[in-house]
Each structure stands twice: as C-alpha cells, then as structure tokens.
C-alpha cells in the first residue's frame, strides 16, 4: 500500500466529505510498502496521536522520533513523510480535517481570530506534543479523546468530535499568537511592525514546488 498522488505530490484520498469534512483513520506503518509513507501534502489540518511505537516523521525540513504517546500537528498544505525505526512497526491514529469544519463560513470571528493566524503562520508547519509538558499533555489529551470518540461511535459522534478539535486549535492559535510576539521582539524595533504583519498575515499563495522536501511553511517545536 502507498498513498495515491498527483503529479504535485497532492494527496488525492477524500478527508471526509463535503458536508462533513472530518477523517479518523487508525494507521499502522507495516501496512505500507518498504514501512513508510510518501512525502506528500493536502490543503487540510492533520492530527498524529502515536498509539505504540514509534516513528520518524519528517515535515518540510523538519525531522522528528514520535514515541507512544507522542502527538503533531500538521499544518494545510505542509509536505509530510513517516518511516519505521530500526524496523520498528508503528501504531497511531490520523486526524485529518478541512479548517472550515470549525469556522462554519468565510470571514466569521472564528476564521479571522483564531483559524487563519495558524494557517498563514509562516513558522508553523508542525507542532510536536509531548505527554511532559503541561499544556501540550492538553492538547495530547483532545487527540486520545477523538481516538475514543472514533471507538465508541456516539449518536450525536459529529457533534461531539468538534469539541476536542477546537480546543486543539484554540492551543494552535495561542502559541502561534505567543512565538509571533517573541520573534516580533527577537527583530530591530524599526522591523518588528512589518515583521508581525508578514509571518501573521502574509498573502495566501497555493502550493508550489512540492517535488522539493521544504514546502511552504516552516516548522517548530514548541519546547515551553
């Protein structure tokens, strides 16, 4: 098995649907040819929880060792790979869905305040979570609650799957928020005003070059 792309290295799996734009899979390394998936991108927010093992996960120019219990984020659009360890099968649960399924519609308080200042972050192609670190243990504990969720399947599943995502992006978007205003203070004062605007607010552009390993956004691992 070996995830189907186009000539762009663009996914072309469905992420859910039109009316419900959200895709819970439980994915296991072994299942794919020679252990690893191939780099590839898509225009939605995907969620990693690791359930056993371990594994190498590369994000545009970033590489990082998942372990049990470990999670990242992915941004839209960011190039992405995964490969076994030393042989080693991995477990994890995927969670992919498309930044409308929290903002509901264009230019709502939702989208402008919270969703786009993480998905225009030019810093922020990927967030790695570690059980260690309190509030990113919060954002680990929203992804194990949409693993149950997927498990137990509730009646009302579509409803309650929104509350641990939003929460989770509400974490995006305050760190996102707080290492803007730190690399803001990192720059000359005469610089920091068009250096906030660029890397919050940049003019969206779709994805280019996806043959080269680096993509469009950059990558951080939160160590706070």
């Not at 799996?13 to 794919?32: C, D, M, T, W």
């Amino acid at each position: 098995m070996q995830i189907r792309m186009d000539k762009e290295n663009r996914e072309l799996k469905a992420h859910g649907s039109y009316e419900f734009p959200v895709n819970i899979s439980y994915e296991q390394l072994s299942r794919y040819e020679r252990g690893s998936f191939s780099w590839h991108w898509h225009p939605e927010i995907e969620l990693t929880f690791v359930l056993s093992g371990q594994i190498g996960y590369q994000v545009n120019g970033k590489s990082y060792v998942l372990k049990e219990g470990d999670g990242i984020f992915c941004n839209t659009n960011a190039l992405h790979s995964g490969h076994m360890i030393d042989g080693m099968d991995c477990v994890y649960i995927s969670t992919t869905f498309a930044p409308r399924f929290l903002y509901g519609f264009s230019n709502s308080v939702i989208q402008t305040r919270y969703v786009e200042p993480v998905l225009t972050d030019m810093q922020l192609a990927s967030i790695v979570f570690s059980p260690e670190i309190d509030w990113q243990n919060q954002v680990l504990a929203c992804m194990h609650r949409i693993y149950d969720l997927s498990l137990s399947q509730p009646s009302a599943f579509e409803m309650e799957i929104q509350e641990p995502i939003s929460l989770e992006t509400l974490c995006f978007s305050m760190y996102s928020d707080m290492s803007t205003r730190i690399r803001a203070c990192s720059v000359p004062k005469t610089a920091s005003a068009s250096a906030l605007e660029s890397s919050v607010f940049p003019t969206p552009v779709g994805p280019r070059n996806r043959k080269d390993p680096v993509g469009r956004f950059g990558s951080f691992n939160p160590t706070l």
